[in-house]
């Protein structure tokens, strides 16, 4: 079916959203070199004073979002930071979507290498870090190619959500650290914590799971559903908007965010491969209730495996990293303190906190209580 979405759409419909929700700030829509949609955000008619307000900041979304999300957060990052510049993922939002063959996607030959042989680690150990490269190397191509908004001479934080904090995390792994590697890390929800369940934990998935897990390992995505869908998409992401946000907005900003994610949405796949190729879904057993399966969503290769694999001297001179779940956040799992415990007694700055009354988009969900969490943080790190 017919899916009426074009560039010239999406840039609409993205500028048109933030102007009603962002005043007060000024906004430069830009495009990089490299095909990155971003912008630029300040405040109007002053300069942030202060430590905190001479830093830039880097803003990243998450899965299948864009940089429109975080419309309730740019005023008040305004006044914190001199600058914040706000990316769309290579793939994703309004950035430009290298064809199937460019994408993070496993392929159909590599699907049935792991259909025939069941050498499921074989494929990943290929797949993961090409993917991973696929968004790290164009953010490092980003800021090398603006680095009139990445001076050395200042510092820069990255502040990431999802999937997309999985993604910063590895970018602040392979950043230079003498040229520009990010001075702090804020990681909002982020995918790859914790690590997956251990196999002897694990269950038969229900035939649900099994139907869902087949169509998401076969490259099947949420985004190609809206697409078949064709002029009833919209109608679809407003269902879905509604729900999950509990009719927050009146009609005007509702139509103008379902506008934007609809378009966003319907743009043709590229980056929402990274949904197969760096995640799985899982069922396992409760380890707090015997008798009860829990089903999650994990990554390929969780941040853990860096944190434990790296050397307590190089974990002290990582940057200052600050790790904020909603407190009913469906990525949230029990043992995430835990995580943060053993990185800390390994040398890392990690500092955990619970955000109230907020699920996965806790950014939008309690947007004033994630700011004062951010700068009671720089504040304590001097950052």
């Not at 290579?90 to 030959?109: E, H």
């Not at 879904?281 to 829990?294: C, I, M, Q, V, Y």
């Not at 309690?366 to 943080?377: K, M, R, S, T």
Request: glycine share 6%; aromatic share 10%.
């Amino acid at each position: 079916m017919y899916a009426p979405t074009s560039t010239l759409l999406l840039e609409a419909a993205q500028s048109r959203l933030l102007s009603h929700f962002c005043k007060g700030v000024d906004i430069q829509s830009r495009r990089s070199h490299g095909g990155i949609n971003y912008i630029v955000v300040e405040k109007q008619h002053a300069s942030a004073a202060g430590v905190e307000g001479q830093k830039t900041l880097l803003l990243v979304h998450g899965f299948g979002s864009g940089l429109g999300f975080f419309l309730a957060n740019y005023v008040w990052l305004s006044t914190s930071y001199s600058k914040v510049v706000a990316i769309d993922l290579l793939g994703m939002g309004g950035s430009d979507r290298p064809s199937l063959d460019k994408s993070p996607r496993i392929s159909t030959l590599q699907l049935a290498y792991k259909f025939m042989t069941g050498a499921h680690d074989r494929v990943d150990e290929v797949v993961v870090p090409q993917s991973t490269k696929f968004f790290t190397s164009s953010i490092e191509q980003f800021v090398r190619e603006e680095e009139h908004l990445f001076p050395e001479s200042s510092p820069f934080h990255v502040a990431a959500h999802s999937m997309g904090a999985l993604v910063a995390w590895n970018y602040m792994l392979s950043a230079d650290p003498k040229v520009h590697r990010p001075e702090a890390l804020i990681l909002l929800s982020p995918f790859g914590i914790p690590s997956p369940p251990l196999t002897a934990t694990r269950t038969t998935p229900s035939y649900a799971l099994t139907t869902f897990r087949f169509l998401w390992e076969n490259n099947v995505t949420p985004q190609q559903l809206v697409r078949l869908a064709g002029s009833q998409g919209r109608s679809m992401i407003t269902n879905v908007l509604n729900r999950r946000f509990n009719s927050r907005w009146d009609k005007e900003e509702l139509d103008l965010i379902a506008e934007y994610f609809y378009q966003i949405t319907a743009a043709p796949a590229s980056g929402e491969y990274a949904m197969n190729s760096l995640m799985i879904p899982l069922s396992f057993a409760d380890p707090e209730t015997p008798g009860r399966t829990n089903t999650g969503i994990f990554a390929k290769r969780p941040i853990s495996l860096d944190v434990e694999s790296c050397s307590s001297p190089a974990a002290a001179n990582f940057p200052p990293v600050l790790v904020l779940f909603g407190d009913h956040d469906w990525l949230r799992f029990p043992n995430v303190e835990d995580f943060v415990q053993r990185a800390n007694a390994k040398g890392y700055r990690f500092h955990y906190r619970l955000i109230s009354k907020a699920g996965h988009h806790l950014y939008l969900d309690n947007p004033d209580e994630v700011h004062a969490a951010i700068h009671e943080w720089r504040r304590a790190n001097k950052i």
